[in-house]
C-alpha cells in the first residue's frame, strides 16, 4: 500500500488548510484511515480516524474543527481543519489499517502544517 499525502503549508491563526491523501496498490481490507501529527520534541499523536462502517473518531483537542472525511469506498482520507492555532502545527502523518491477511499499519509521508501567530 502506498500512501501520497498532500496539501499541507502554512497559515495564520484562525484559519483553515485542507490535508489529502490518497492510498493506492493493495488497498482491499481497509479497516480504517486517518491521521496522526508529530510536534516539533514531541511524540506522534493520533489526531482522527474513519472506519470502515464509517464511523469517525476525532481526538479532543481538534474536536470542533477538524473534520475527517473520505473512506475506505475511495481509498481517500480528507482532513479540513479549521481555526488552527499555532499548537496545530506540525507533520501530519496519514495511514491506513488493514486487518487481512494480517493486521498492519500503513503511513504516508508527512505533510507539514505551520501555523502562526
Known amino acids: 500500500v502506498q500512501l501520497q499525502a498532500s496539501g499541507g503549508g502554512l497559515v495564520q491563526a484562525g484559519g483553515s488548510l485542507g490535508l489529502s491523501c490518497e492510498a493506492s496498490g493493495s488497498i482491499g481490507n481497509i479497516n480504517a484511515l486517518g491521521w496522526y501529527r508529530q510536534a516539533p520534541g514531541k511524540e506522534r499523536e493520533f489526531v482522527a480516524a474513519i472506519f470502515s462502517g464509517g464511523r469517525t473518531n476525532v481526538t479532543d483537542s481538534v474536536k470542533g474543527r477538524f473534520t475527517i472525511s473520505g473512506g475506505s469506498a475511495s481509498n481517500t482520507v480528507y482532513l479540513q481543519m479549521n481555526s488552527l492555532n499555532p499548537e496545530d502545527t506540525a507533520l501530519y502523518y496519514c495511514?491506513?489499517?488493514?486487518?487481512?491477511?494480517?493486521?498492519?499499519?500503513?503511513w504516508g509521508q508527512g505533510t507539514l502544517v505551520t501555523v502562526s501567530s
Open positions: 495511514y491506513v489499517k488493514k486487518i487481512l491477511p494480517v493486521p498492519r499499519t500503513y
